[in-house]
């Protein structure tokens, strides 16, 4: 053994963890042992075509469009009247490109913002709404152009699903349940009336509901047991109205029931420490009729240390490494957080909801203060790999999460300049990604290597295996390495394989990006995997992506 092992056959990414502890000899040992050292022996992978696993919930591929610097103003909102086609103020290209995405649900108005938000300064005429100061993020001037109809008119654009955060900070159960009402309550009702007046009849739909957001911070501080008596509160009055989609809620009888009922989010943790899972855990265990939850969120980025000091630009293979290795710890807090879950809900009933989560960079010279406009390089879109990966190894428990951010914020999709638009790495990335929404994942097993950068020590390869809803096998395979290529070979059981080619996303330089002016330097391209003997042999080359679809 080289390396470590991953197997979801029977241990799942615990393989990936467990290995850390034993590479460091077996790697001692076969450098020592190895003549050929210099030659590279091609990786055995083994897929099992015909087994089974968890379905890969397409939820785990949210966004997050926060009113942040310039992810809404600019980035999706232009205005009727800006030079920059658009239908009804919302951007076409940005449009355009994210519904390519399958985009299932976009989270707003924030975090932190979302806690300073008032709803009903962002609707009416525009002409009349209130202009307050964003003091979350750089005291910028909010006019409230892009509020509550502008949100669901760019949801209805892009084909993607409400996740309403609702203000716990500086805004009270009454003003939450106000704000449901208006965007769900029947026309007949002095709140959907309201929202008929100002251009939409029918209740909108809201799939899921943040009750609060990182209470332990910026949200309000609260302890845990304080945030939860607040939470129930909350999360038996911001009652979802559109009979559709909720039902009625009578416990004295004469309930009927919805069809697709809203998702309620609680507060989870942002690190390591327990006290936030364990309390709302806890709370939901004992639960009555009269309030639950059905997600505990939970955020973790990818940031070294904070303040987030590493550039976007301009940087070497140590940022490359000490980033990767970084981005490991995602592992932990699910595990760790996902220990105390199934203690009180070992049947995982329960989400684990990750809405926030990517790399978090030092702000590009000369943006402001509190925009957080960092660029995307090829790092972004292996780091998002590697998230994706784990995500759908715990597709059990972890059912939902939200990269942070859409558009021109922290790991964007895409960055925008006045009129132009550029596609970032994560964006292809994530393009690269749709045939898993939804998709059953399938045992895969095989020896991820190492790739070491000084003390850096990381898995090398990693990979995932899924049958999608078109029937058809699809296969991730990530190579971490920066320099050297990786021969994979692989054995799918109970198929004899046909054919595999797809996509593969790779740079020449661990920093590369795609700029306004030069935006396809960071590109999928097509890649083809030879078949021999029925097996798949596939060269992947450094620091890449791959997702080739398989047929007998
Ligand atoms: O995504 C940026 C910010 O990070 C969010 O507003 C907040 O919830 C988190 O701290």
């Known amino acids: 053994m080289t390396g470590w092992r991953v197997s979801n056959r029977v241990t799942g990414l615990e393989g990936m963890r467990n290995m850390i502890v034993k590479h460091a000899l077996a790697l001692a040992i076969s450098v020592a042992a190895s003549p050929l050292l210099a030659q590279p022996t091609p990786i055995k992978m083994s897929v099992a075509a015909d087994g089974t696993g968890p379905k890969i919930d397409r939820n785990i591929f949210g966004q997050f469009a926060e009113n942040l610097g310039t992810g809404i103003y600019g980035g999706v909102w232009v205005g009727e009247d800006s030079s920059i086609p658009n239908v009804r103020g919302m951007r076409s290209d940005v449009v ?50 892009f509020g509550t109809d502008e949100f669901f008119d760019f949801l209805n654009q892009i084909e993607s699903e409400a ?22 309550a029947d026309p007949g009702t002095t709140a959907g009336a309201e929202r008929a007046a100002n251009g939409h009849r029918e209740p909108y739909r809201v799939k899921f509901l943040g009750i609060g957001n990182e209470s332990w911070s910026c949200g309000g501080a609260y302890s845990a047991d304080y945030y939860v008596d607040e939470m129930k509160r909350y999360a038996r009055f911001t009652r979802n109205l559109n009979i559709q989609q909720q039902g009625t809620d009578n416990p004295a009888g004469g309930s009927v029931a919805g069809t697709d009922p809203m998702q309620r989010i609680a507060v989870g943790p942002g690190s390591l420490d327990t006290a936030y899972t364990e309390a709302v855990m806890k709370a939901w265990k004992g639960h009555d009729w009269s309030w639950s939850i ?57 989400p684990l909801v990750i809405d926030e989560w990517g790399v978090w960079l030092a702000k590009l010279p000369g943006s402001r203060d509190g925009f957080l406009h960092q660029q995307n390089s090829i790092r972004d879109a292996i780091i998002a790999s590697i998230n994706l990966n784990m995500f759908t190894r715990h597709a059990d428990r972890v059912r939902m999460t939200v990269i942070a951010q859409m558009v021109n914020v922290l790991q964007a999709m895409i960055l925008t300049d006045g009129p132009r638009m550029v596609l970032t790495p994560t964006y292809h990335l994530f393009k690269m990604y749709v045939p898993f929404q939804n998709a059953t994942r399938l045992p895969i097993d095989f020896d991820a290597g190492t790739y070491s950068f000084g003390d850096v020590r990381v898995p090398r390869i990693d990979a995932i295996a899924a049958r999608g809803t078109d ?51 960071v590109a999928p391209r097509p890649i083809s995997a030879r078949v021999n003997g029925g097996r798949l042999q596939v060269t992947l080359p450094p620091k890449s992506v791959t997702v080739l679809s398989v047929t007998p």
């Open 96 to 145: 355009s490109a994210l519904k390519a995405l399958k985009v299932p649900s976009v989270r707003w108005p924030g975090g932190c913002f979302a806690d300073e938000y008032h709803w009903r300064d962002g609707v009416g005429p525009r002409a009349k709404r209130a202009v307050t100061v964003n003091g979350s993020w750089g005291n910028a001037l909010e006019k409230n152009d």
């Open 163 to 184: 996740y309403i955060s609702v203000n716990m900070g500086s805004g009270s159960a009454k003003e939450a349940a106000d704000w449901m009402a208006y965007m769900t």
């Open 294 to 350: 059905e997600g505990l969120s939970m955020h973790n980025y990818t940031w070294m240390s904070w303040p987030p000091s590493f550039s976007s630009i301009d940087f070497g293979e140590r940022e490359y490494a000490m980033l990767i290795k970084d981005t490991l710890k995602m592992e932990d807090m699910i595990r760790v957080h996902s220990a105390v879950m199934d203690k009180y809900d070992p049947a995982k009933k329960v």
């Open 471 to 521: 029937g058809k096998l699809w296969i991730v395979l990530t190579n971490v390495d920066p320099s050297k290529p990786a021969e994979i070979d692989a054995q799918i059981a109970c198929i004899r394989v046909g054919a595999a080619s797809g996509t593969v996303l790779t740079a020449d330089r661990v920093d590369a990006i795609n700029s306004f002016d030069k935006p396809d330097t």
